[in-house]
């Protein structure tokens, strides 16, 4: 049974960075071919793909965001850490992570989501 | 950056019709990567197809997709209850989401 799961803290202050965990189970990131990513979506809005890293450890940025985001793995633990820096309110959100998958034949897109995270920025 | 258009904004069908959904990009992705997601108030995204046309797991056949080039299309051949909901497509690995589809019940 693969499960994901989002942690960290649901109010952050303006300027301050965002740590969020996504903790999974049910494979492994050294499988190649799979990947681990964090989506957003503010309130009523649409979603927005953040970042991904393959198990190769290639990291893939959304460009508009690149210069305040960090994702990292730590593969043995099955973690993945997203850090989003120099929070604004606009950057309330809930926040997901999601498993990719992909082989030598198919890409299977984002099929294992969290249940998300709210974090709001506001002093 | 590719950006994906979708259209309409919403739509607005009655139960039994067909509901037909489309992706634009604003330059050709690989049908593999393409892929429609259903979400409903309070609940995470869920795959409905992916690499353009192949249903996710547990997927009713009434959902299909199609399309090539920039130009991708998601429809639903008769529409229960449960399918009202927003419809997202996304080029996996490098591209953000569409806008979104909302689906209605008229």
């Known amino acids: 049974q693969i499960t994901l799961k989002e942690s960290g803290p649901t109010l952050v202050t303006p300027t301050q960075a965002l740590t969020l965990t996504c903790t999974f189970s049910?494979?492994?990131?050294?499988?190649?071919?799979?990947?681990v990513g964090w989506i957003r979506q503010p309130p009523g809005k649409a979603l927005e793909w953040l970042a991904l890293?393959?198990?190769?450890?290639?990291?893939r940025y959304s460009p508009s965001l690149e210069s305040r985001l960090t994702i990292t793995a730590d593969t043995p633990q099955n973690q993945v850490v997203l850090t989003l820096t120099n929070m604004d309110p606009v950057d309330t959100a809930t926040y997901y992570c999601?498993?990719?998958?992909?082989?030598?034949?198919?890409?299977?897109?984002?099929?294992?989501w969290g249940q998300g995270t709210l974090v709001t920025v506001s002093s | 950056e590719i950006v994906l258009t979708q259209s309409p904004g919403t739509l607005s069908l009655s139960p039994g019709e067909r509901a037909t959904l489309s992706c634009r990009a604003s330059?050709?992705?690989?049908?593999?990567?393409l892929t429609w997601y259903q979400q409903k108030p309070g609940q995470a995204p869920r795959l409905l197809i992916y690499?353009?046309?192949s249903r996710a797991t547990g997927i009713p056949d009434r959902f299909s997709g199609s399309g090539s080039g920039t130009d991708f299309t998601l429809t639903i051949s008769r529409l229960e209850p449960e399918d009202f909901a927003v419809y997202y497509c996304?080029?996996?690995?490098?591209?953000?989401f569409g806008q979104g589809t909302r689906l209605e019940i008229k």
């Open positions: 890293i393959y198990w190769d450890d290639d990291k």
């Open positions: 690499g353009a046309s």
């Open positions: 999601a498993r990719g998958y992909c082989t030598s034949s198919n890409c299977y897109g984002f099929d294992f």
């Open positions: 049910g494979f492994s990131l050294s499988t190649s071919g799979m990947g």
């Open positions: 996304q080029r996996y690995g490098t591209s953000s």
């Open positions: 330059q050709s992705v690989s049908s593999s990567y």
